[in-house]
């Protein structure tokens, strides 16, 4: 019997709409669904891939426990049974706050990581992780404290789209569709990025300044818009508050200054400038990662998003939209449980991100297992996330891991991190599993349908559910299934589960609309745009974006001359999953250092010879690549993150941090890079 599932895929976060072919039972075939208004039929390389991924024959489909002889292949009820005892042997010990759940990216950003909070508060322990203290946070929190909301790009009807650190051709592939489609219709298209990536290439400029600097750029931008009156006067004078503080201090900021800082010369900055006023208010300032990973990242992303305010491009056609959303209730337990007597770790050093999102410190997070401090976390519980590989120092987070009285690893493979777990308990790929999928940008709602599944491999409801039974809590975890769950938040949220489930493509649920500051407050405390914020100067912060200089240009780091760039994104995999990787995607890619010719010649090397990268965390031994003299600026190096060998994390710092959301400076690192003497 052949059939065909209109399902999404959730190999990358752009959660294509897809035809899964199936006949008797297993998956044969993958194609995007064309009626789709999201993918429109595309789907990429890991997508197509995703059959092979989910019957590998390396996946783990059984619970394993490590022993004095290797790993044990148990039951699922026992293997439950024992972490749960353990974990109440814990709370007894130590506390519940002892207890840590760590959230991945590979399972969403959803519901799912609304059940692991929701588990944490009806457990008792505050200590929430996710990869979000490392990805992601930084830009919610500096577009939140600045508009009250992380905003859509309106793509398709932009005149004038800013690419600022990131490369959507591989990471976002229907927003770089929707790009292209601007394109074609008159708008520019601008990236900036020390990096000629492929964005860059189809790009009608590339802007290369030095990494880290893009909060002097961009406060320059302001300086020249507000000394040539190219500002909204009107959306400024009605909607935003701190114009005046703001204009003083982008003053500092005059071409000649910028461009000592930046690298970028006067015309261009005032080129930027004009067309941002002359384009307005069809304008995108669209941010990736790559602007998160300094030592200022958030003031830099406050900066940048001032730009858009104060010329009156937001929640406008063509400008950045304040989505709408789907309003489904919350299943965390903040009201309900709020735990205040407990400190979360993490909130002491950096209180705003935990403010804005509720979640600890992943890097203070191994400063507790190991010092104890605000108090110790003597267990974890792991989903879908690689540690070892893809956080800072690397060492580090080994030595915290293995440290742990309890470690409990939920994967579909066995990672660096699920080796050094006292159990491995298997999980549900996304073939696998009932969810809810929402594209807020087109104010779409999907549901991601089980396809197939193996016996023992839980989704994440199941896994909690389960646990919460053998704990203690399972009235907290009322549904007694993910079904069931989905059909009660969608109720709530006005939609029938019935209707979705029945609907190939999902529902539209609701118009997108324009201008809503006019009619409701911006969700900040003034309810207005805020271009200084109250909310940073009584947590000690300044209220300005300021820009603080990278340490790399200190001159106590003059035996690290060159400055590194990590995480640039491959278009093969995401993060470490490069190594669950079907083969013939896996060989695509392997970790190399990228080099600037002049570089190249200085250290005498060529392609494929060995380097020794240095930091003042450690070294590596890695291949080099030597690109072209307009791929990278001289002085500067990159090597991609998520290999188990030649990891770059193993020299990267955890405790170089912004001061504000605590994230580490993973692409502006001072290190040194030699050749290999055989």
């Known amino acids: ?120 508060h009806a457990y008792g322990t505050p200590n929430y992780f996710s990869c979000d203290s490392l990805c992601f946070a930084s830009t919610y929190i500096g577009y939140s404290l600045v508009e009250g909301a992380k905003p859509i790009g309106d793509f398709i009807n932009s005149k004038y789209i800013i690419i600022w650190g990131t490369n959507p051709i591989y990471t976002h592939m229907n927003m770089a569709a929707n790009i292209r489609k601007a394109r074609q219709n008159g708008a520019k298209v601008v990236v900036i990025d020390p990096r000629k990536t492929k964005t860059a290439l189809e790009a009608d400029l590339h802007i290369k300044l030095k990494p880290g600097t893009d909060g002097a750029l961009a406060l320059g931008i302001i300086n020249l818009i507000i000394e040539n009156n190219w500002y909204d006067k009107e959306f400024v004078d009605e909607y935003t508050i701190g114009f005046n503080k703001l204009k003083k201090y982008s003053k500092i900021f005059n071409p000649d200054y910028v461009e000592s800082i930046t690298g970028i010369s006067k015309d261009v900055q005032l080129t930027l400038a004009h ?30 998003a001032s730009i858009g305010a104060i010329c009156g491009c937001i929640d406008k056609p063509g400008g950045e939209i304040i989505a709408d959303g789907l309003n489904l209730p919350s299943l965390t337990l903040y009201d309900e449980l709020p735990l205040k007597e407990i400190q979360p770790i993490g909130k002491r050093e950096f209180p705003v991100i935990y403010k804005y999102r509720q979640e600890c410190n992943t890097m203070m997070g191994m400063e507790a297992i190991l010092k104890g401090d605000p108090y110790f976390i003597k267990g974890m519980i792991i989903t879908a996330a690689n540690p070892v590989v893809t956080n800072p120092n690397s060492i580090k987070v080994k030595k915290a891991l293995e440290s742990l009285e309890l470690l409990v690893v939920r994967d579909l493979f066995m990672t660096e991190t699920a ?65 069931e769950l989905n059909s009660w938040l969608l109720e709530k949220g006005g939609i029938s589960y019935k209707e979705l489930q029945e609907s190939k493509i999902g529902i539209e649920y609701g118009n997108i609309k324009y201008k809503k500051y006019e009619k409701k407050p911006f969700n900040t405390p003034s309810g207005k745009v805020e271009l200084v914020s109250e909310t940073l100067k009584d947590f000690g912060y300044s209220e300005l974006p300021e820009f603080k200089s990278p340490s790399y240009k200190d001159i106590s780091n003059k035996d690290y001359p060159y400055i590194l760039i990590t995480g640039a994104r491959k278009v093969y995999h995401v993060h470490s999953r490069n190594d669950t990787m079907p083969i013939y995607i896996k060989d695509k890619t392997c970790p190399e250092v990228e080099i600037h010719p002049t570089d190249g010649e200085k250290l005498g090397v060529k392609d494929g010879d060995i380097v020794i990268v240095t930091s003042k965390i450690g070294s590596i031994e890695i291949p080099v690549r030597i690109v072209g003299k307009e791929d990278i600026l001289p002085g500067i190096i990159q090597i991609s993150h998520g290999w188990k060998d030649k990891n770059v994390n193993l020299i990267t710092s955890d405790l170089l941090n912004d001061p504000i959301s605590g994230f580490s400076s993973l692409r502006s690192l001072s290190v040194n890079i030699k050749r290999k003497i055989e």
């Not at 752009?14 to 789907?43: A, S």
């Not at 300032?285 to 406050?302: K, Q």
């Not at 549900?428 to 549901?447: K, M, P, Q, T």
Request: glycine share 8%; with cysteine; aromatic share 10%.
């Open 275 to 304: 067309d941002i006023f002359y384009n307005s208010p069809k304008v995108i300032n669209h941010i990736g990662n790559g602007i998160e990973h300094h030592e200022n990242g958030v003031n830099n992303i406050r900066a940048i």
């Open 419 to 483: 080796k050094l777990a006292d159990y491995i308990l298997p999980a549900a790929s996304f073939f696998e599993r009932d969810e809810i999928v929402l594209h807020s940008n087109i104010n779409r709602v999907g549901l991601r349908k089980k396809i197939f599944e193996y016996e023992d491999c839980q989704d994440e409801y199941g896994f909690l559910e389960s646990l919460s039974k053998r704990v203690g809590i399972k009235e907290y975890f009322p549904w007694n299934s993910e079904e």
């Open 1 to 120: 019997m052949r059939e065909i599932i209109t399902t999404y895929c959730r190999m990358c976060l752009e959660e294509c709409c897809i035809d899964v072919y199936v006949e008797d039972g297993k998956m044969v075939g993958i194609k995007g669904n064309k009626n789709h208004p999201w993918n429109e039929g595309r789907i990429c390389i890991k997508g197509k891939a995703a059959i092979d991924w989910a019957y590998s024959p390396d996946r783990i489909k059984k619970p394993l426990k490590k022993t004095c002889n290797g790993w044990e292949e148990i039951s699922l009820t026992k293997a439950l049974d024992e972490i749960a005892e353990k974990m109440n042997n814990l709370k007894k010990k130590y506390g519940s706050k002892s207890i840590g759940l760590w959230k991945g990216e590979a399972i969403g950003f959803g519901q799912q990581e609304q059940y692991i909070r929701r588990f944490c």
